[in-house]
């Protein structure tokens, strides 16, 4: 991180220890998450790096550390990568909207709620054969 970065965790505030504290924890936060992506994500330095700045950047502004929400910008590629070296048997992704959830669950055995087979499975990409997933898409409209 840049020196720029982690000025505003550095800077000394008299006698305040609270939140001399407070940044210390934020701190720690931070060297948390990057061990947890290095070692558990494999990014790539570049991206570890973005994460690291953008973090440093969205904690000093948080006032509330009970729960912290951080979104991070990852190259496409690496998400491709990871997917590829992982080879999950179940994925399960959620859109929420105004007024609207979908469910899209992706699993290599066959669910319990599926009698017989319709159709067959689908793979991830066309380029080579891969791990085949079943399919199945949950939406839920509130009405007003």
Avoid at 73 to 95: A, M
Wanted: contains cysteine; negative net charge.
């Amino acid at each position: 991180a840049s020196k720029e970065a982690v000025d505003p965790y550095l800077a000394t505030t008299g006698n305040n220890f609270s939140h001399s504290l407070s940044l210390i924890k934020r701190l720690h936060m931070i060297v948390e998450l990057a061990f947890a992506c290095q070692t558990y994500l494999s990014l790539p330095s570049v991206s570890i790096k973005t994460l690291i700045h953008s973090a440093l950047l969205d904690l000093k502004e948080k006032t509330d550390l009970d729960k912290v929400e951080l979104d991070f910008l990852i190259n496409t590629s690496d998400v491709k990568k990871q997917l590829e070296s992982g080879q999950p048997g179940f994925w399960q992704i959620r859109y929420t909207s105004k007024g609207m959830t979908s469910v899209l669950q992706l699993q290599t055995d066959r669910p319990e709620e599926i009698e017989q087979l319709v159709s067959a499975p689908v793979g991830l990409s066309d380029e080579e054969p891969e791990t085949e997933y079943f399919l199945l898409r949950h939406t839920e409209i509130l009405q007003p």
